[in-house]
């Protein structure tokens, strides 16, 4: 069975951090794109950031510039959202996808999807 699994999510107070993992099984995330998405309540999903299959990063969110980044472990078959600085803004459920073409922020690209994580920033 070919999935995304995602973890790291919870509640974490305005200034702290979270380190979001992204696990695939069933297929090797060598050959992909990796994105993480977010969607908040009553809003659209957002693509936030997306790593291609060389390592090159592509930032979509302006609101999270020097405060997260995305990297990947094809030995561990994960690709990783580090999040710093958090704000309560940043509440949402976070998702990240597969695709086998290029980085991009329409979601329709994306091949496969993880069932996302709640991320909630408050004190």
């Known amino acids: 069975q070919l999935q995304l699994v995602e973890s790291g999510g919870g509640l974490v107070q305005p200034g702290g951090s979270l380190r979001l993992s992204c696990a695939a099984s069933g297929f090797t995330l060598d050959f992909y794109a990796i994105a993480w998405f977010r969607q908040a309540p009553g809003k659209e999903r957002e693509g936030v950031l997306c790593i291609s299959n060389s390592g090159g990063s592509t930032n979509y969110a302006d609101s999270v510039k020097g405060r997260f980044t995305i990297s990947r472990d094809n030995a561990k078959n994960t690709v990783y959202l580090q999040m710093n600085s958090l704000k309560p803004e940043d509440t949402a459920v976070y998702y990240c996808?597969?695709?086998?073409?290029?980085?991009?922020?329409?979601?329709?690209?994306?091949?496969?999807w993880g069932q996302g994580t709640q991320v909630t920033v408050s004190s």
């Open positions: 996808a597969a695709s086998i073409k290029l980085c991009s922020r329409w979601y329709g690209v994306y091949d496969y």
